[in-house]
């Protein structure tokens, strides 16, 4: 099994910031920077989130996604505020590979997922999960693990798959920025669940949560942050590290 190895940047524009919950956010730098320099290191992929476009319910800053498509020759996905087919086309312009939708698709009009999928193929479709667990099932939330959907990840990543998404983006609010390792009840369940690749995010605090990860839940990638923007380590050392014992992609 071939697993990417992708840097993710929430961006609270023009930084970068580092979140736990989902909340307290800390400045960590500039997003073009920062991306010239996963890209370097040698990241598979790269995410751009702008985790407060829908909170603010204000525009995609178009701009600041081309900025940081400009430094990059790998896959670029990029979301944050995503509420139309008009948006979709405008971040490819900007150079965006992929499309990250959560909050219109679950709160709104879920339609504009077999709209996007039908117009630009299901390649270009990731839907990001906030999951939030509650007891034995987890919830799916909205702005930055705010706002409560009233749906269960499960329901929810099943529907979106039928309706063509060609990604999840699975994010664990339990888990998130606390670097104690990966929710990997949840990822096993939802890797298991759908036929879509599903790159996992949210609580590595070591290398070795990478490598568990990986084993028990076998995601087709594994998406880092604060290992990378605290250097505590680098995308080398993490595929070096990985490269012992399994295959990820080179």
């Not at 840097?7 to 991306?35: C, N, T």
């Not at 800053?61 to 405008?90: R, T």
């Not at 339990?174 to 929710?183: A, Q």
């Not at 599903?198 to 290992?227: H, N, Q, R, Y």
Request: glycine share 6%; aromatic share 8%.
């Amino acid at each position: 099994m071939t697993v990417r190895v992708i840097a993710k940047l929430d961006v609270k524009p023009p930084h970068v910031v580092k979140p736990v919950h989902f909340e307290g956010l800390r400045k960590m730098g500039d997003p073009s920077e920062m991306a010239k320099k996963y890209y370097d290191q040698g990241a598979d992929e790269l995410f751009y989130i702008d985790i407060v476009s829908s909170l603010y319910q204000r525009e995609i800053l178009f701009n600041e996604i081309e900025k940081v498509a400009n430094k990059l020759f790998i896959p670029f996905a990029a979301g944050g505020g995503v509420k139309s087919i008009d948006d979709f086309s405008k971040m490819f312009h900007m150079g965006a590979d992929k499309i990250v939708i959560n909050t219109y698709a679950i709160q709104e009009n879920p339609n504009i997922i077999d709209q996007a999928a039908k117009i630009f193929g299901s390649q270009a479709v990731v839907v990001n999960i906030e999951a939030k667990r509650w007891k034995n099932y987890w919830e799916c939330y909205t702005d930055c693990g705010r706002i409560q959907s009233q749906k269960s990840v499960s329901d929810w990543v099943s529907e979106v798959e039928q309706r063509g998404a060609g990604e999840i983006l699975l994010q664990s609010v339990d888990m998130d920025g606390r670097r104690r390792g990966f929710d990997i009840e949840l990822a096993s369940k939802i890797v298991d669940l759908v036929n879509i690749p599903v790159v996992v995010s949210s609580g590595a605090g070591s290398l070795e949560d990478i490598k568990t990860l990986i084993e028990v839940a076998s995601p087709s990638g594994v998406v880092i942050a604060s290992l990378l923007h605290y250097e505590q380590a680098t995308i080398l050392e993490i595929k070096e590290y990985l490269n012992n014992d399994m295959a990820v992609s080179q």
